[in-house]
Every structure is written in C-alpha cells, then in structure tokens.
C-alpha cells in the first residue's frame, strides 16, 4: 500500500519539476454546472424574500397534486448540493443516468414553477425562468469520457 503511496507521489514531484498541472476530471463541466445552478437557486430565493413573496404559499398543481414553491426549492437544493455532488464522485453509466433523470424532473417543476400566478412579472418569475433554462442546458457527459 505505501508502494502505491510512494509512486504518486513521485509522478506529482516529476509533474511539479516539469511545470505540469493535472488535467481536469471529465465531469468538470457537470461540476461548473451543479455550481451554477446553485447560485441561481439562491437568487431565486433572495429575490421571493425582497419582493415579500411566501414561497409556502405559492402553490403549482403537478401531476395531478398540489406542489409548493417552498417543496420544490428544498428538492432542488438537496439535488444540487447533496445528490449529485454524491453521484459525481465515482461517475458509473446508471449514476449518469440517475442525475439526468432526476433533473429532468427537477427542470419539468420549475418550468411549471414559472407559470405561478403569485409570480407572474416579477423578478422572481424572471430568475425562475433563467433556473428552468438553467436546468434544461445540462452538459452531456459519456460514460466513455469518464
């Protein structure tokens, strides 16, 4: 095992010596991309709570039931911040899989999120609308790029 320690640590100090850097994982872009998403998550919720907007009391029907703005934030930070991060640290086909699934239905929320009355001309609908395209624009990464 300190063989294994040892070798790296050899191959970093050659890599140091010649001025090289390491490459860039292949999830790089998913990684900038969870990190966007985030942001705009959270303007989203800065801009509900300066124009007085309830999050609990903007209500969406989905699939045949009623989903709350507040729910469907809370599901999307957990995805960004905890889900995917998880699947990103070891990338298999069904962990890729299972995050474009799961976005997909955070995307098909939001979008439906958009056309809540409570938000309609405000700059809350506005950076709603810039998440759900957001969420739309995943970077495609293969399980052969991993």
């Known amino acids: 095992m300190i063989r294994r320690y040892l070798r790296a640590f050899f191959i970093a100090l050659k890599m140091t010596l010649r001025g090289e850097t390491v490459p860039p994982p292949a999830h790089a872009p998913l990684q900038v991309w969870i990190e966007q998403g985030q942001a ?28 709350s703005m507040a729910t469907i934030l809370q599901i999307l930070r957990f995805h960004l ?3 995917y991060p998880l699947l990103l640290r070891q990338i298999t086909q069904p962990s890729l899989t299972f995050l474009y699934a799961t976005n997909l239905d955070d995307h098909y929320r939001v979008s439906r999120l958009e056309t809540a009355d409570a938000l309609a001309d405000t700059p809350a609908q506005r950076a709603v609308a810039a998440l759900a395209q957001h969420l739309e624009a995943i970077p495609q990464l293969n399980q052969s790029q991993s």
């Open 81 to 83: 911040t905890e889900e």
């Open 40 to 67: 705009r998550l959270e303007l989203v919720e800065k801009l509900t709570a300066q124009h007085q907007i309830d999050i609990n009391d903007v209500i969406v029907h989905i699939d045949r039931r009623d989903m």
